[in-house]
């Protein structure tokens, strides 16, 4: 056993290394004292320029496919959801395998010195490929697409900053060999890639990709017309909301793949087109891989290291009282507003306690720990709100938690336990973060006090109320 826990402290050192070299100079925002932390209980961590990231080049699963699939459910979707957008993931150009697949010149159908006449934007005529058409990637009015979806127009150019902002790794979609006249890695599969320039750098690659898919759909939102036209009221789907939150309430990959598809591929279309039987057969394929590949039933993250990934979620969403101060209701960190809209924890006119006071802005202990269980992935269908349904979903799962017998002894705990009140009110719920420089920390929010916080505090009782501590497993 201390064999084992040598080598993953070994295993996180080279890691960070390798982290250290692919990020940009000063990229990392965490303390010596967390990254020591992180080593004591074997969490894997990336976390470049405060983005939120569970591991660099270690995606859970052993083909690209079951990867992408654990991202999506790593950002907060369930089974349901992820299995819709990777539906039309397959139809966009995942199918093929190819990280950093380029159209030719403008379309597939087109190469340099052909006439391409569907390009009726360019003119009535069309146009006329050339190779600087080709190569202009930074060029946002050329629409040769990039990636595995075929990011084009100004979505590739974003796409090709986020590669560089990954580590400079949009080297790899822009090396051209002059003698073919085409990209080096284009056409290679994901695990020729692999052979070519190495795993790390592959996945690397991989997850700025799927991190900048994952951005660039914060905005995306249902409309009245999708609602009316797929009978998405049902579910309890309403106008606004967003596309990850409403796809995680659909009952079906098809429904999903659907919802996904009107809202994020053809906005201006309310159901599908010809491509939809495809891109639905594609969404149940997905479930299928998610559930014969384990992926649902393990609660996988994008590191499949459960404790670690809430205990890395926390740090992320919750300010450092210690370094930043302590911040009142009005003032969740920016991570954080933004990962309760993405799960469906953001409510900023509750919850409401029984003398009608609230907790906006996610100023609520329980809506903390839901936030940080959803998004992290560890647990999707965590209560959103209420300390005590918190408590009977974990007591009620035994398969996906452990409880902790509590000797008020800290030799006992593990960072990412779960600590909730144990009473008919259920007062309280919080994370316990693990010692740093000897100091017992926790992570949590106060109702209608204070937003999403991480500092020093050991406790057992809540005025006089016992914790009950649960742990996933």
Not at 157 to 183: I, M
Not at 235 to 263: D, H, K, Q
Not at 287 to 310: F, H, K, P, Q
Request: aromatic share 10%; hydrophobic share 35%; glycine share 12%.
């Amino acid at each position: 056993m201390r064999g084992k826990r040598i080598f993953r402290k070994t295993l996180v050192t080279v890691l960070m290394a390798i982290i250290t070299a692919f990020s940009p100079i000063n990229a990392l925002a965490l303390t010596p004292s967390q990254l020591e932390m992180f080593s004591q209980n074997n969490i894997l961590f990336y976390d470049p320029a405060g983005k939120v990231k569970t591991c660099f080049g270690t995606l859970s699963g052993s083909t690209l496919y079951e990867k992408v699939l654990s991202f999506l459910l790593s950002i907060g979707l369930n089974e349901i959801g992820a299995s819709g957008v990777y539906g039309n993931m397959m139809r966009e150009g995942l199918g093929s395998g190819q990280l950093l697949s380029h159209e030719d010149g403008v379309d597939s159908r087109s190469d340099i010195g052909t006439w391409y006449s569907a390009a009726t934007y360019y003119g009535p005529n069309g146009l006329y490929v050339q190779e600087k058409d080709v190569r202009d990637l930074d060029d946002p009015s050329v629409m040769h697409g990039l990636g595995f979806i075929q990011w084009s127009f100004g979505r590739r150019v974003n796409l090709l900053k986020a590669l560089a902002d990954a580590g400079g790794l949009d080297q790899y979609a822009r090396e051209w060999d002059d003698a073919s006249g085409r990209y080096v890695y284009d056409g290679m599969t994901y695990d020729q890639l692999v052979e070519s320039i190495g795993q790390d750098t592959t996945d690397g690659i991989l997850t700025a990709e799927l991190e900048f898919f994952n951005s660039e759909h914060q905005g995306y939102n249902v409309t009245q017309d999708d609602i009316d036209a797929q009978g998405l009221a049902q579910y309890g789907i309403t106008r606004g909301m967003g596309i990850f939150e409403a796809l995680n309430l659909v009952s079906t990959p098809e429904e999903a793949a659907e919802l996904f598809y009107t809202t994020s591929e053809m906005p201006g279309a309310t159901r599908f087109n010809s491509t939809g039987e495809a891109r639905a057969s594609s969404a149940r394929d997905g479930y299928d891989l998610m559930v014969s590949a384990g992926i649902i039933a393990s609660g996988a993250t994008a590191c499949g290291e459960g404790g670690g990934s809430i205990v890395e979620t926390a740090l992320a969403l919750a300010w450092n009282r210690e370094t930043e101060g302590r911040h009142d209701k009005s003032d969740p960190k920016p991570e954080y507003e933004q990962a309760m809209h993405q799960v469906g924890t953001w409510w900023p006119g509750g919850p409401c306690g029984s003398d009608g006071s609230c907790a906006p802005n996610g100023a609520s202990c329980d809506v903390f720990v839901a936030t940080v269980m959803r998004y992290s992935g560890s647990d999707p269908d965590f209560p959103t709100y209420g300390p005590t349904q918190q408590r009977e979903h974990m007591m009620s799962h035994p398969e996906m938690y452990e409880e902790i017998e509590n000797l008020q002894d800290v030799s006992n705990l593990q960072a990412g336990d779960i600590f909730v009140v144990d009473n008919a009110s259920g007062k309280h719920i919080f994370i316990y973060m693990g010692l740093v420089d000897g100091k017992w920390m926790q992570a949590s929010a106060s109702f209608n006090g204070r937003t999403g916080e991480y500092f020093e505090y050991q406790n057992y009782t809540d005025y006089g109320e016992l914790y009950r501590i649960f742990r996933r497993i």
